[in-house]
Every structure is written in C-alpha cells, then in structure tokens.
C-alpha cells in the first residue's frame, strides 16, 4: 500500500454540490435574501453597515453551521442574539447555512460577519477569517470523533471495514470526516483520494453526523459510520470507552452521557475508534468587516456564561452545545492542519 500522507504534491480540495452536499446558504442569495426563520434579510449592507438611514441599528448577519440535519440551529442559538443584543447595540440576523462549505463562502463572500464555524474551515479560510474564540463544552475545549457499527454487524475492528461501505460526515467535517480518515489511514487501509475522490479501500458516503448514524442503523449495506461523539456516544455503553480511550473518560463532555439513549431508543452501537483529542469549533468573525461593532461583540461573545447561553427551564427544544467561548488563536488549530497533511489535501479558494 502506497503512503500518501506527507506528499510533496498536496492535492487541491475543493467541495462541490455532487461530493457533499449542496453547497449553499439561506438568505445569501443576492439582496439579503431570507432566512431559514422567514426573517428578510433586506437592508443588510454586506459589511455589516446601517439598515435603512444612519439612526438605525447596526446589523451583523451570523452564519450558522449545523453539525446535525434535525437541531433547529436557530432556536439553539437564540439566547446567544438576545445576549449580544443586550450587551452590544447591534440587530444579529441569524442565516443558516446548508453545509460547512457554504459558511466559509458566505464569510470570503462579505455575506456574513459573524459565523459558526469548522475547525477546518479555520485553516481554509485563515486570511479572511479572524477566531473571536473556541467554544467550551462543561469546561472541555476538545471532543472526539467516533467510528462505530452496529452490534450485529459482524465487523469487529477497523481491518473488518476493507470493501464495505462506511457512512461520514459533511465533507469538510473534522470529527465526521477529516480525523476519521487519518484513524482508516493509519490502521492500514488506503484512503485513496478520500474525501473529494474515491478511496480504494473501502466506500464512502458523505452527509452530517445525524444522518451518517441514521443510515448506518437503517441500511444493511452501511457497516460503520463515523461521526462526532456528540452524536455517537449516547449511543454506546459507557464501558467500551473506558476500555478504548482514557482521554476520552477524562476530557469528553460526552463521558458522563454515554449510553444515555440506549433504552429509550432502542439502539445501541458498538464502538470501533476514537480519536485523539480536537480543538473544538471557534466562533470568528470576517477580517475585513471594518464597523466598531466587531470589537464590541467580540468582546462580548468572550465574556459570555452558562446563564447567558441558558434556554430557561420551560424550553423543551435542543439546548446550545456549548457552555461559554475561551480566547483562541490559529496556533491552536495547528493539529488540524496537521491532519490536512496526512490527507495530502489543501484548499482552494472557494469565492
């Protein structure tokens, strides 16, 4: 097997509609457009200038990334816009992206100025994009990407995974795709041009962390699929991780709630790999947005708490992932960069 991972001739990455997903956003389709909520997006100048005349209040458009198909990203988000509307005299107009590549052409694209974003779309989007700070979970600022199959689909180990067909996440997903793909690599099977070609040991399929774990459940011709631990560990008894990972007992925000959906689901999922630990995803904002508000709510998004980001106890939807934002740099994304290497990938502009 050929080792293609500290290639001298990193291949060009680039996400299109027929290897991902559909590359768009809601509400950046000339105009302002709309927005998933049906709010307008009209009068929003695309440098997060003034609606309407100078007396009115400033606008930023937030860009949010789903990481899974069936959160309403919006609702989770909600208490973070009424804190940064408290704290900064700013109107946030929340766009909803439909894949991760679609975020980062919506910020190289002067259609946002605040996003929720990819750790890879970090190392993508490094000249146009600045890290306001990465997101905490319960005090972890790293999670972990799973592999796992079902019980009784007779694949006991990575190995097994050679000529079967393995669900993933988005693309440019890190804990859904990016990382998984080093753990395939460096378990012996050949990625081939895996994710924007064909790998040669195994087949793919690329969607969100949601899906990939549905289709794997639903379909007898998935064997495995792999996805962020958010979304897997409920899933998988809480024993098999301490036998796997010990990092993972004493970092993962998602250690406590392992297995948790188990009984009421009634599916379990048997654990095949669990990565090293990942920087979790920043917040940032557009480089060249040049409006005195940026630093206003930079400021104010990294002061932010647990309370601020609280939904209140009547709220019976998905509550915001992430319990408060840390101050972060590029350096702390150098191991994705990392990864991007042992993959022989690098981006090309997407604008």
């Not at 003034?50 to 989770?76: C, K, M, R, W, Y």
């Amino acid at each position: 097997m050929s080792d293609n991972r500290w290639s001298a001739n990193r291949r060009t990455f680039v996400k299109t509609a027929g290897a991902g997903g559909v590359v768009g956003l809601a509400g950046c389709t000339g105009g302002g457009g709309s927005g998933d909520d049906g709010s307008s997006g009209d009068g929003s100048s695309s440098d997060g200038g003034t609606a309407g005349d100078t007396e009115s209040t400033p606008t930023a458009q937030f860009i949010l990334n789903p990481a899974e198909a069936d959160v309403a990203i919006e609702e989770q988000y909600q208490p973070m816009f009424e804190y940064l509307e408290s704290e900064v005299d700013v109107e946030i107009e929340p766009d909803r992206a439909e894949s991760y590549t679609a975020t980062l052409q919506a910020m190289r694209n002067d259609q946002g100025e605040i996003a929720d974003i990819s750790p890879s779309a970090v190392i993508a989007g490094e000249d146009i994009l600045d890290i306001v700070g990465i997101r905490i979970a319960y005090g972890a600022a790293q999670y972990f990407s799973t592999t796992t199959t079902t019980p009784d689909s007779g694949i006991d180990s990575l190995t097994d995974l050679e000529g079967e067909l393995i669900y993933m996440g988005d693309i440019l997903s890190v804990s859904g795709t990016l990382v998984p793909l080093t753990v395939l690599q460096d378990a012996g099977l050949d990625i081939g041009n895996a994710p924007d070609g064909d790998a040669e040991d195994f087949d793919a399929e690329y969607s969100d962390h949601t899906t990939a774990r549905e289709q794997m459940v639903q379909r007898e011709d998935v064997m495995a699929a792999t996805t962020g631990a958010f979304s897997s560990a409920p899933y998988v008894p809480q024993e098999q991780f301490e036998e796997m990972s010990q990092d993972f007992v004493d970092i993962s925000a998602e250690y406590e709630g392992a297995g948790d959906e188990i009984e009421s689901s009634g599916t379990e999922l048997q654990l095949l790999a669990v990565s090293d630990p990942i920087p979790r995803a920043p917040l940032v904002t557009r480089s060249n947005w040049d409006d005195p508000v940026k630093g206003e709510l930079e400021e104010a998004i990294l002061n932010v708490s647990e309370d601020d980001l609280s939904h209140g106890e009547d709220y019976d939807g998905e509550p915001l992932w992430f319990t408060g934002v840390q101050d972060g740099t590029i350096e702390d994304y150098e191991m994705i960069r990392t990864v991007l290497d042992e993959l022989g990938l690098e981006f090309q502009d997407l604008a």
